[in-house]
């Protein structure tokens, strides 16, 4: 199953998810992630946080959705609708689900209020990321509907 985590600029929360995705999933699992206004460049601070959390940050680029290299299964949008922010549609015959998470690239404040912006953002999506790699995946890629339900359920999970 390839999983697309997809967002505006393609620099910090699809990122995060991606990677801690490729990290944690089983054999036979695989996330990429794209942007719908790609920024060109993965933020720093996303690849410092990945790399102090012992996730490998080799190979990965802030993309279009448009160059994507297979067809995902399944789209995760990661943008936050309550930001204001506009959450690209991804058109195809895909399993669709919203865990929408706040921008870190746009805090402000201090280093330590910045980075904790950052760290914030990744706690969630490794909790939801981990909440939806502990479910029976084998018997649920069989049942798209009740697949959808529990990455709905998901979607509104926030970390301990």
């Known amino acids: 199953m390839k999983i697309l985590f997809l967002c505006t600029g393609n620099s910090c929360r699809s990122i995060l998810a991606e990677a801690t995705f490729n990290h944690l999933a089983p054999q036979g699992w695989h996330a990429m992630s794209a942007g719908s206004h ?3 460049y993965v933020h720093p601070r996303s690849l410092a946080l990945l790399a102090r959390e012992g996730i490998a940050t080799e190979g990965y680029a802030s993309k279009s959705w448009d160059n994507l290299p297979h067809t995902p299964d399944i789209v ?5 609708n309550a930001a204001g922010e506009a959450c690209p549609a991804y058109l195809g015959p895909v399993l669709r689900a919203h865990w929408g998470v706040e921008d870190p690239a746009h805090a402000t404040g201090t280093d330590a209020e910045i980075d904790a912006a950052f760290l914030s953002a ?15 995946l084998d018997a649920l890629q069989h049942d798209p509907q009740k697949l959808t339900a529990e990455l709905d359920r998901i979607g509104s999970l926030m970390p301990v």
């Not at 995760?76 to 936050?80: D, G, H, K, L, M």
């Not at 969630?124 to 909440?131: G, P, Q």
């Open 122 to 136: 990744y706690l969630i999506l490794r909790a939801r990321i981990e909440a939806f790699l502990a479910l029976p």
């Open 38 to 40: 790609p920024s060109g």
């Open 76 to 80: 995760i949008t990661v943008c936050a």
